[in-house]
């Protein structure tokens, strides 16, 4: 996590030293990973000193470009976890006495909860360099080894079974458009920020609680309608982080450590047919009774049943849930204090130092992660974003449509019996009007007149080509009118019924422009179905005639006509199939069309001339 933080008469000295007691008095702090990958406190670190960087003296604009190049270099910096620490912390003097801190913070020993706990710590040490803090009876590495035992009980054994049995119904991620090209190296995050002010917010509370919801239950379900809007999938596993502080010793809620795992949270917003229980505040309800059911099973971690769901189930997601809605850690005040800072908001203790200026998280293997906190009456919703996974403006379309659920569920009731809250971006709106904007003049123009306008225009040029040879444009015009010649000659004449039982090729396509040159309707017949088949076909669509090609020459019908187009063309037969009476252009029918038919028999469909 990445913070900065300023204000004017920041004290770099004083935050040097409540900084260094920090450290001193939280283990965690002090933290290593060894090469073997275990974990060590280390009992004596060197002595950590703030580096004070001025830049009073710049102009603006290079001022300006100094702190972008200090975000751009720190916000994704990656500690090595085998040196400590773990942490980087720059103060910058800038004009008018404002100090500026630089936070950048490698999150793998510290979860949401001790944010409020080192934060609050922090802001009182800040405030009064000579304070105490609480001694604790135990440190994280007690609490490991107390929670180990632990799962080795009955009500372990419970959770487990619990979530064992939900593992064939559970789904997969949202599947969230990607972008064409994934981007390669080291992820980088971009942050959407949002901010309710105290009318709205108190506007929202009253109207969940009145619906039996929590703000955080509200706000974690307009986060599923989104991605029910973008994904396309109504029935989908979002990523919920709990702080997983078991009651396992008094101290427990006011030591640091990563305590966190999280909850897979099953979105279910599939259609029930009832308008009440499809409305937002029905699934926002539904959704948070499956959360509160997912965590009276919690003893059980989310990488335990992801662990479990790969091997027992091949539909099981290969890597992570990606979307993820982090709650701000709710906590109990200690020792009886109604206002222990280690129970407020880790922002709220933040801003008894300065005010955060601009913040960013980043976590791998997280594609989209929310946070909110309250500030001052106030609601910071912010989004922590991989952008480069997502076709451009999705990502801002996505927050765009949270943060007008939001805005809406707080102003208004319209929004909680909605089934569909969440309207279209209006860049969407205006591509799919454009796309559907389809309105124009009809052609009339017969294709098979418009094969005789290609033949005047285009001559010899070729029309079409098949393996067995080719046709120019003139040669086509006269083989469909020879074959439309010859079918009058056999008499056949508008509206008659007349099959096509041939393969995809130049003496397919001369049939069925002949067939519609003489006005009658075209039955298309796949010349490797089983006869009896075939023979349904055309005894339920009346054919008179069948025509063939010389490869399929040995179909039977009512009447069998073969289409040469390779032989020498008839000119008689050429000028009687020009000499034709135009179509009648009201005739209705055009073709029929056969399906499989879920009867077991082929059944016809019908296409109209227009």
């Known amino acids: 996590i990445y913070l900065e933080i300023e204000r004017a008469g920041l004290d770099p000295a004083r935050f040097e030293h409540a900084w260094r007691r920090l450290v001193a008095h939280h283990d965690m702090l002090r933290a290593v990973v060894l090469p073997d990958g275990r974990q060590q406190v280390l009992a004596d670190p060197p002595l950590w000193s703030l580096p004070v960087e001025d830049l009073t003296m710049l102009d603006p604009e290079t001022e300006a470009a100094r702190l972008l190049a200090l975000r751009e270099e720190l916000s994704h910096e990656c500690h090595d976890l085998e040196r400590w620490p773990t942490w980087t912390i720059r103060a910058l003097r800038r004009p008018g006495g404002v100090v500026r801190l630089l936070v950048g913070i490698d999150c793998w020993a510290i979860d949401g909860r001790s944010w409020q706990v080192m934060f609050g710590d922090l802001a009182t040490l800040y405030e009064d360099g000579d304070a ?49 090209r994934l981007p390669e190296g080291r992820p980088r995050f971009r942050r959407l920020s949002l901010r309710i002010d105290a009318g709205l917010l108190a506007g929202l509370k009253r109207r969940a609680a009145a619906r039996g919801l929590t703000l955080a239950s509200t706000l974690l379900a307009a986060y599923a309608e989104v991605f029910d809007r973008w994904s396309g999938s109504r029935h989908f ?4 982080p709990r702080w997983n502080r078991r009651d396992l010793h008094p101290d427990v809620p006011d030591i640091i450590g990563e305590f966190a795992t999280f909850t897979l949270l099953e979105v279910d917003n599939r259609p029930t047919g009832n308008p009440a229980d499809d409305a937002f505040a029905a699934r926002a309800r539904r959704l948070q009774d499956r959360l509160w059911t997912d965590l009276a099973h919690a003893r059980v971690s989310g990488v335990r049943v992801l662990r479990e769901w790969r091997r027992l189930s091949p539909d099981a997601p290969a890597g ?16 009886g204090a109604a206002d222990d800072p280690r129970t407020r908001s880790w922002m709220a203790s933040i801003s008894r130092i300065g005010d955060v200026v601009h913040s960013l998280s980043q976590t791998p293997q997280v594609w ?18 991989h952008d480069a996974l997502f076709p451009d403006g999705l990502v801002d379309d996505m927050f765009a449509g949270w943060e007008g659920l939001i805005r809406s569920l707080a102003s208004g009731d319209d929004a ?63 083989r469909i009118a020879e074959t439309a010649g010859r079918l009058a000659a056999a008499g056949m004449s508008g509206g008659d019924v007349i099959a096509v039982a041939m393969r995809k090729g130049a003496a397919q396509l001369v049939a069925a422009q002949a067939i519609q040159r003489l ?76 399906t499989s038919g879920s009867t077991g028999l082929p059944k016809g469909v019908i296409l109209e001339q227009r």
């Open 519 to 594: 006005g009658a309707v075209m039955v298309a017949v796949d010349p490797d179905l089983p006869p009896t088949r075939r023979a349904h076909i055309l005894t339920d669509s009346g054919a008179r005639l069948v025509l063939v090609d010389e490869t399929t020459a040995g179909i039977e019908g009512p009447a069998v006509m073969a289409v040469d187009i390779r032989s020498a063309a008839d000119p008689v037969l050429i000028a009687a199939g020009r000499g034709l009476a135009a179509p009648d252009p009201a005739r209705p029918l055009a073709a029929l069309v056969y």
């Open 237 to 240: 596993m979002l990523n919920v």
């Open 368 to 385: 989209i992660d929310t946070q909110y906190h309250e500030l001052d009456g106030t609601l910071l919703g912010h989004w922590d974003a």
């Open 320 to 335: 992570t849930i990606p979307s993820v809605f982090t709650d701000e850690p709710a906590s109990r005040a200690t020792d």
């Open 132 to 180: 105490v803090l609480k001694t604790t009876g135990i440190g994280f590495r007690d609490y490991i080894l107390a929670a180990g035992r632990a799962e080795e009980g009955p009500a372990f054994a419970r959770d487990l079974a619990y979530w064992q049995a939900r593992i064939p119904h559970l789904p997969g991620p949202p599947p969230v458009p990607r972008a064409a």
């Open 416 to 478: 909680w019996s909605d089934p569909c809250p969440i309207p279209l971006p209006a860049g969407q709106i205006a591509r799919r009007r454009a796309a559907n904007a389809t309105a124009a003049p009809i052609d009339r123009t017969e294709l098979h007149d418009a094969v005789t306008g290609h033949a005047v225009r285009l001559g010899d040029a070729m029309a079409v080509a098949d393996g067995r040879g080719r046709l120019s444009w003139t040669a086509l015009a006269e």
